[in-house]
């Protein structure tokens, strides 16, 4: 089975060499390309899987190559994992965010709507060459921000395309964690949101909710990652254990003043570490695999790092640093390869799933996956205040897409100013003139 990785070059790709290198059923992925349109970080990472593979009978074989035509045809799964503008764009969208007082982070907000502006062409440009090139294959988005970009790329592959993140995975480990749940896998984690926008409601364990014991407890809330950024108060008064990137919605101006006091934002920090890896990594004498697993330590520790000052939250568990999305991706390929039917929380297309948004949506829910794809599963009503943040941010994506193919600078604007992050039309407008001047792939906005 081959797996061709878009993003080949980029620096979470190890992860996922690392989960099929331990995946030793039939149906296996044997072959794997990337892509990647820089012949450097290419290079770089391919030295990093072949020093992975070195211990390994079997273990798939690599390729590499920066045209995206030859790496698409005869693929059965592709794994997209772009990033457009690379970190030097996603520092630019902190700064010139944070400049005007708003956040800036990769998919949330200010950030997220420059991001996807940059990104939905080019993944829309994707997905018509992999209909054509590959029209059996299935599509695993995990580009940012994931549930707009999975629907972009659905206008043209359907339900072919389905959007994955690891956030709504350690969320659930957490909580079953912290419950003493032994197999967390059994547990059923009633999930509902958008990406980066979503609640888990309930966890169930041989049919009982046990999330009620975990919010009548302040002590056992508080002793997790979502109780100590959040406060145990918060969580009981929602009733809800919230995504931890709402902590931009519910805590922004405290997140806001962390990030213009940081030294370096988030981005920028990511593009000097980065830069410092790769560059080190060209030396043919020095231990691709070790560099990179030094890097991914630091990279790991430091997430969300102004987030957890903010909130007095300290250092991550140490359970927390494993990372996630790469064992998502393969259970996913299996259970659709190999019809091992399992549920997973995806980003798909909403179709009767939530009453409050259309058809088309893409969602963030536990679906039941087989042979067939994903199946989204049938949930509860989501709360008012739920609701009202769901739909506002689903209509700022609309007008996203809309303004990525229409190329209106106006629908562009409208965009940034119906944020409930963004308070002003003007500080809309700013900041439309700000990113345009920083990013030359967005000259198409007139």
């Not at 099929?20 to 990093?48: F, K, Y």
């Not at 997209?80 to 800036?104: T, W």
């Not at 829910?365 to 739920?386: Q, T």
Request: with cysteine; aromatic share 6%.
């Amino acid at each position: 089975m081959r797996l061709t990785i878009l993003g080949g070059g980029g620096f979470r790709v190890p992860l996922v060499y690392g989960a099929l290198l331990a995946d030793r059923g039939e149906g296996r992925v044997t072959e794997v390309v990337l892509h990647d349109l820089d012949a450097g970080r290419l290079s770089a990472i391919t030295r990093v899987l072949a020093e992975q593979a070195a211990p390994v009978t079997d273990a798939p074989a690599v390729t590499a190559t920066t045209d995206l035509d030859e790496a698409l045809r005869g693929a059965d799964f592709v794994f997209s994992a772009i990033r457009v503008g690379g970190l030097e764009g996603r520092a630019n969208d902190e700064r010139v965010a944070l400049a005007e007082g708003v956040l800036g982070q990769e998919t949330v907000g200010a950030g997220g709507i420059a991001y996807g502006l940059r990104t939905v062409p080019v993944a829309v440009d994707i997905a018509r060459r992999a209909a054509r090139l590959a029209p059996d294959a299935w599509v695993i988005n995990f580009t940012n921000p994931a549930g707009l970009v999975t629907e972009a790329m659905s206008r043209h592959l359907g339900d072919r395309v389905i959007g994955i993140c690891d956030s709504p995975v350690g969320l659930g480990r957490r909580i079953a964690r912290v419950l003493g749940v032994q197999n967390p896998a059994e547990a059923w984690i009633d999930y509902v949101g958008l990406n980066h926008l979503g609640w888990v409601r309930g966890l169930r364990v041989a049919g009982r909710d046990e999330l009620p014991r975990l919010l009548a407890d302040p002590a056992l809330l508080s002793s997790f990652e979502e109780g100590k950024l959040f406060g145990a108060d918060w969580l009981r008064a929602l009733g809800a254990i919230p995504n931890e990137y709402l902590h931009y919605y519910y805590f922004n101006r405290e997140t806001v003043l962390a990030y213009q006091r940081a030294e370096r934002t988030r981005g920028a920090f990511l593009r000097d570490q980065q830069a410092q890896f790769y560059d080190g990594v060209a030396d043919p004498q020095a231990g691709a695999l070790a560099a990179w697993e030094r890097t991914r330590a630091e990279r790991e520790a430091t997430y969300m790092s102004e987030n957890r000052e903010t909130a007095g939250a300290g250092e991550r568990e140490a359970d927390d640093l494993s990372g996630g999305y790469e064992k998502v991706a393969l259970a996913l390929m299996r259970a659709i390869a190999r019809d091992e039917r399992t549920t997973l929380i995806l980003n798909v297309r909403n179709r009767h799933t939530l009453s409050v948004l259309d058809a088309d949506a893409v969602i963030e829910v536990p679906c039941l996956v087989d042979a067939n794809g994903a199946h989204p599963v049938a949930v509860d009503p989501l709360p008012g205040h739920a609701t009202g943040l769901v739909c506002s941010v689903k209509a700022v994506e609309r007008e996203v897409l809309a303004a990525a193919e229409s190329g209106s600078r106006a629908t562009a604007v409208k965009a940034f100013a119906l944020h409930p992050l963004v308070d002003s039309v003007n500080v809309a407008r700013r900041l439309v003139e700000g990113y345009t001047a920083v990013h030359p792939s967005l000259a198409y906005l007139v």
